[in-house]
Structure formats: structure tokens, C-alpha cells
């Protein structure tokens, strides 16, 4: 960083160190916790927020290569490296935390999309919610176009108020407990209706409900 800044690359160096000031900034003033498996709790979390420093050390890392002896530059950085370079056969930290804490959330999304893909037609549509659900999608190669979430903004809200009129999805993939798990138990009153085509339980995440809808006339 020093040598990047001697050579003028004040804003890049500036833009690049926001992201780990505002995590460090983050974790000092609005108690947001970092856990690491050698320290108590003993468990994952938070350790990814170290990757924010990456852009920046690849900035230091061209500048010091480019501006000192290669074989200086070249040992500047192995020094830098050399916490990493202790234990080599031992899994990067991040790929460990995301490893530990993403084992229910991939069973579930690869059983789920299992069932949808024998199960539902090409083209036909989703009613979601967004975040982690989104990955069945891409599992599947579905376009973001053919589900109605929350991003959808005027069309998910005419659903959720009015999901009689405005709810035409051919299936419905819920959380336990979100929004449109909500939106489809209140469909059981007024329309339209949609059953339960298989419920995925994994220990450790909630649970995972997909509805196909029931169609009156068989046209549609």
C-alpha cells in the first residue's frame, strides 16, 4: 500500500480500503461477531469478511512487484503469505466455514431441485421468495423471469394482498415461515389453490414446501 501510494494511487488505495474499514468498523461498533473453530464458541462465522482485504492486497501486491527488485518484491510477498504457508495441507478458513455452514442448505436445494426437475413442465412459473431459494433456480437453469418474488416489487405486492386475482403461478416453492408461505395459506380461503406436492425436511434448516397449483379447468 505504502509503495502504491508514493507512486499517486491514492484512490485506488482509498476506494479499495473502505470494505475492510467498514467491517472492521462494523465488528468495534455495532457488534457484529467473528467465530473462528480455535476460540469459543468453537464454530463458523463471519470469517469471510477477511476476503474484503483481497482487492487491497492485490493492489500492494502489483505496485511492490512493479515498482521494487523482482527477488525484493518477490520475498515481501512470501512474508506476507507466510501465516498461510504454516499449516499447507490444512483447507482455507473461508472454504471451511462456507463448507460447515452451507451443508444443510445444499441438501435441501439438491433435493428440491430433484423433485422440480422431473416434476415440473418446461416454462412454467414459480412463486418464491428470494435468497437462498434463488439457488434451485440456477441449479435448474430457470430464468429469474419465470419466478414472482419480492423483487418483482408491484407484482408480488398485488399477490401477497390480493393473491385471488393477482397469484398465477403454476408452482409454489416456500420457506418455512416466509412471506409466500404465508401468501399460499392464505389462498386456502379465496383462491387459487395450490397443494402440497412435497415437503423437505433437513436437520438443521427450516423446512422446504413446494405447491403445484390445482387448476379448476383442465384447458389451462
Do not use: C
Not at 473461508?94 to 444443510?104: C, V
Amino acid at each position: 500500500m505504502i509503495v502504491a501510494l508514493i507512486r499517486g494511487a491514492a484512490w485506488p488505495v482509498f476506494l479499495l480500503a473502505l470494505p475492510p474499514l467498514f467491517y472492521i468498523w462494523s465488528i468495534h461498533s455495532s457488534g457484529t461477531p467473528i467465530y473462528v473453530p480455535t476460540l469459543f464458541p468453537n464454530s463458523f462465522y463471519n470469517i469471510r469478511y477477511g476476503l474484503a482485504l483481497v482487492p487491497l492486497i492485490a493492489l500492494g501486491t502489483a505496485a511492490a512487484a512493479h515498482r521494487m527488485p523482482h527477488v525484493a518484491a518477490f520475498v515481501l510477498i512470501v512474508l506476507a503469505l507466510s501465516p498461510f504457508l504454516i499449516h499447507p495441507a490444512e483447507r482455507p478458513i473461508t472454504w471451511q466455514e462456507a463448507n460447515a455452514n452451507s451443508g444443510a442448505r445444499r441438501q435441501w436445494i439438491s433435493e428440491a431441485a430433484d423433485f422440480l426437475r422431473t416434476a415440473a413442465g418446461p416454462n412454467q412459473t414459480y412463486f418464491t421468495g428470494f435468497g437462498d431459494l434463488t439457488a434451485i433456480y440456477r441449479t435448474l437453469g430457470i430464468p429469474l423471469r419465470d419466478t414472482l418474488t419480492g423483487d418483482n416489487e408491484v407484482a408480488w405486492y398485488e399477490a401477497v394482498s390480493r393473491p385471488d386475482l393477482f397469484l398465477h403461478t403454476d408452482w409454489a416453492v416456500v420457506m418455512g415461515g416466509d412471506d409466500a408461505q404465508t401468501v399460499i395459506d392464505k389462498a386456502r380461503l379465496r383462491g387459487p389453490r395450490y397443494e402440497l406436492s412435497r415437503r423437505i425436511t433437513v436437520k438443521g434448516a427450516p423446512a422446504i414446501e413446494i405447491y403445484r397449483r390445482i387448476y379448476e379447468n383442465p384447458v389451462q
